[in-house]
């Protein structure tokens, strides 16, 4: 079975600690999200399942996790690239790529460039090239931002599936979303988990 | 549209105002061994046309320049990529490259004569004229490569070459781009102030200098229009390989994937 641990993770950024002592179990099928206010360390916790960062102290260990997709918050698109060369240089499944991307409501503008797009456009897109590599894992990091309510829950139709073979983490604002997931909610406040 | 809204127009105007304070700064000056007339200038210049001479001097000469050029670009391109790489090779190549920066051009080309062949002393002063910039500003779009889309590449496993063609090179064309503009030109006057001192045979410095040792002035001025002439069809050239480089990229991003 696919497992993401998180054994007493500690992170601390210009002296001040941002991560103290969090430990979580993530297994395939059982997605968890990350809820707290901003700045209370999501983004660096999904930073550190990605492997981005290094935690200051404690482990973490993975099973059965070779590739890991992320939809990132800040959509990390290449500017140079139409959003389908963004979808297609991640993509590892092309079936998948076009399902997504119908799913996503991205098949009119695929030959348009990032700074032709909305920020919405722009994220759907980042949840299309992540879901197109087909990891093992899926970490999405406010990944909804920007997409109206009826996409949203579309997506996320996809994605209940999509995720059952797979440890997936996702971090957002609206709790509803989580819900809507099935996902196990761990709340985050002030270095207390 | 107004007559003097139009684009040639305006460059008639202007031409026509420079020639007319060309002829007034003669008149007043009064000798033609100081400066020449726009009329003897022309007049030398179609005189220079009409020699076999004249054409295998600006062949010779923009060859060695653009050899120069070139391989100044490529060694300036392979140190900027080294030297991003790695730390330790940085740290003992910029001095070097910051003493070639400052050193006057000059210093270069007397030690150079000492070194090798007139005529290939001119080529040697384009590269070094033409490397440094070249190294600085790819270096700098290098280091312009935002971290986050590496950390993007990195998760999404993009090998090097995508790498390369997607996210380094699109960062570098604009560095590189004003790199070539600025080191063309640079590399255009260095090399013609190497012939100058160097004179080799057939070079438009060694004419250059021929013609004020011989105080023929309207040549003088005659070969000074010639080499500003070159020196902008080499910067359009050279702009011109770069735009279509840039096109062709574009081109290729318009294929379809899905």
């Not at chain 1, 797009?117 to 894992?137: Q, Y």
């Not at chain 1, 931002?145 to 579309?154: H, L, Q, S, V």
């Not at chain 2, 160097?198 to 005659?222: C, N, W």
Request: aromatic share 10%.
């Amino acid at each position: 079975m696919k497992k993401l641990v998180f054994n007493s993770v500690y992170k601390c950024y210009n002296e001040k600690d941002v991560i103290k002592n969090f430990s979580a179990e993530i297994t395939e099928g059982n997605p968890v999200c990350f809820f707290g206010e901003s700045g209370c360390g999501k983004t660096t916790l999904i930073n550190i399942a990605a492997g981005l960062v290094k935690p200051d102290k404690g482990k973490i260990i993975t099973e059965k996790i070779a590739h890991t997709a992320v939809v990132f918050q800040e959509d990390r698109l290449l500017e140079s690239c139409t959003a389908e060369e963004n979808i297609m240089l991640s993509a590892k499944n092309t079936e998948l790529a076009r399902k997504i991307s119908d799913v996503c409501g991205i098949t009119e503008f695929l030959k348009l460039y990032p700074n032709e797009m909305s920020g919405g456009m722009k994220k759907r897109i980042a949840v299309a090239r992540a879901v197109a590599f087909d990891g093992d894992m899926l970490l999405l990091d406010e990944p909804f931002n920007g997409i109206d309510e009826e996409r949203i829950d579309r997506i996320i139709e996809f994605l209940k599936t999509y995720i059952e073979n797979k440890v997936c983490i996702i971090v957002t604002h609206d709790i509803n979303q989580a819900k809507k997931l099935n996902a196990e909610i761990i709340y985050i406040y002030d270095n207390y988990y | 549209m107004k007559i003097t809204d139009n684009r040639y127009f305006k460059i008639l105007i202007t031409a026509v105002f420079w020639l007319a304070l060309w002829q007034a700064v003669c008149v007043i000056v009064g000798r033609d061994v100081l400066i020449a007339s726009p009329a003897d200038t022309f007049n030398a210049l179609i005189e220079m046309l009409q020699t076999a001479v004249f054409y295998k001097t600006i062949v010779m000469s923009f060859v060695r320049v653009a050899c120069g050029f070139f391989i100044g670009m490529a060694v300036g391109i392979i140190a900027a990529v080294i030297t991003c790489a790695n730390k330790t090779i940085y740290m003992l190549l910029k001095p070097a490259i910051n003493i070639i920066k400052s050193t006057p051009v000059a210093s270069f080309i007397i030690i150079a004569l000492a070194w090798m062949k007139s005529g290939q002393v001119p080529v040697f002063i384009s590269f070094i004229a033409t490397a440094p910039i070249v190294w600085g500003n790819v270096s700098e779009g290098i280091k312009s490569v935002d971290e986050k889309i590496l950390e993007m590449a990195k998760i999404f496993e993009y090998s090097f070459s995508v790498k390369l063609k997607k996210i380094y090179i699109p960062s570098i064309m604009p560095f590189m781009r004003s790199a070539i503009i600025s080191g063309a030109g640079f590399a255009w006057k260095s090399g013609v102030a190497a012939e100058v001192i160097g004179s080799p045979k057939y070079a438009l410095g060694s004419k250059l200098y021929d013609a004020k040792v011989y105080l023929e002035t309207s040549q003088l001025f005659a070969w000074t229009a010639v080499i500003i002439i070159l020196s902008i069809i080499f910067e359009k050239i050279v702009i011109r390989l770069v735009n279509a480089a840039e096109c062709k990229k574009e081109t290729k991003n318009e294929k379809t994937c899905f």
